[in-house]
């Protein structure tokens, strides 16, 4: 079985049902692109995995070299790298061993292809942050932004439709990370934000008003938001608030460090982000360190001694 075989099989058997389908099919066309699409399978060795990683690895984030402002455009991360490298190559090389048969009598070994990823950031917004993004959302995202900041929701799982929503059980069911099932609580906040969006589409919850027509399109009707378009606006909101260092994520980190701190629960907030294994959400255990520092101080001081006197009879404070 050849590369180009197992890509295709991958993508219209496993690739095209992932939440994020257009990044896989995009990261299988570069991977052909970057390899032999006639090479077989089982010639893909280390050295093939190791050439493959070191190429994607020199490529700049969004294709470019040079910003607007004449500086160098910064390289993909390390993550984006195992994503669609190592990972991808791995998947469908095991799709292609152990169901549709291909002999590949030696792997190449994973862990030695990918690239050291730093620490997860559990960054969380002050309030001027906080208030300088909600003042820099387009008006038609509002609801939506405001959806994701207070459910701390990935960002494809806050695209909801409305046969997700039971407003009888209160709960918004959908389809997450890994193809787990997510489960969020319609709490007042949430409510009053699907309320408002009554009316607007019959089967998507968020929409947008459409400023710029497409092909098909009209201007002034609403559409769903889509993954790209919730992208593109995070990104435009977050240069125009000017807060730096913030990613879309990070508001899942914000949702949840406010929430440890209200709760002081671990297993509260491990279901409310739907973490499977609580080992995830200890990370968040950071917030502890001020109560942490307060506690320490208090068992340092010495106690206050009790006034005594001296040889003259005179007390001393």
Same mark, same amino acid.
């Given at each position: ?7 295709? $099989? +991958? ?13 896989? =099919? ?7 692109? +970057?390899?032999?699409?006639?090479? $077989? ?10 050439? %493959? ?34 990972? %991808? ?7 292609? $061993? ?46 939506? =932004? ?14 909801? $439709? ?43 919850? =968020? ?80 917030? +502890? ?26 007390? +001393?404070?």
């Amino acid at each position: 079985m050849t590369l180009d075989i197992a890509a295709g $099989r +991958y993508w219209n058997e496993i690739g095209q049902h992932h939440k994020n389908s257009a990044t896989t =099919f995009t990261d299988i066309q570069r991977l052909l692109e +970057y390899l032999t699409p006639s090479i $077989r399978m089982d010639a893909i060795t280390d050295d093939v995995v190791a050439s %493959l990683v070191a190429r994607r690895r020199s490529d700049t984030k969004h294709g470019k070299k040079v910003r607007k402002d004449g500086k160098p455009v910064q390289l993909i991360a390390n993550a984006t790298v195992n994503r669609s490298t190592v990972i %991808l190559i791995k998947s469908i090389m095991l799709a292609a $061993r152990d169901i549709w048969g291909a002999a590949i009598p030696k792997m190449p070994r994973w862990k030695k292809h990918m690239l050291k990823e730093p620490k997860e950031n559990t960054r969380s917004l002050d309030t001027t942050e906080a208030v300088a993004l909600n003042g820099a959302v387009r008006n038609d995202y509002a609801l939506w =932004f405001e959806f994701a900041r207070i459910t701390g929701l990935r960002r494809n799982e806050t695209l909801i $439709r409305w046969s997700n929503v039971n407003v009888f059980a209160k709960r918004i069911t959908t389809i997450g990370k890994g193809g787990k099932e997510v489960s969020t609580p319609i709490t007042p906040a949430v409510d009053a934000i699907l309320k408002q969006c009554k009316g607007h589409h019959p089967e998507f919850v =968020f929409t947008f008003i459409c400023q710029r027509p497409l092909e098909g399109q009209v201007r002034g009707q609403r559409y769903p938001i889509t993954p790209e378009g919730a992208k593109s606006q995070w990104r435009r909101l977050r240069a125009r608030s000017g807060v730096q260092n913030f990613r879309f994520h990070d508001l899942r980190h914000d949702m949840a460090t406010r929430l440890l701190r209200q709760t002081g629960n671990l297993k509260i907030v491990q279901r409310a982000l739907n973490h499977s294994d609580i080992k995830t959400t200890v990370k968040y255990a950071h917030v +502890y360190d001020d109560e942490l520092t307060a506690a320490m101080i208090q068992i340092q001081t010495p106690p206050a001694l009790p006034p005594s006197e001296n040889d003259e009879g005179q007390k +001393y404070a």
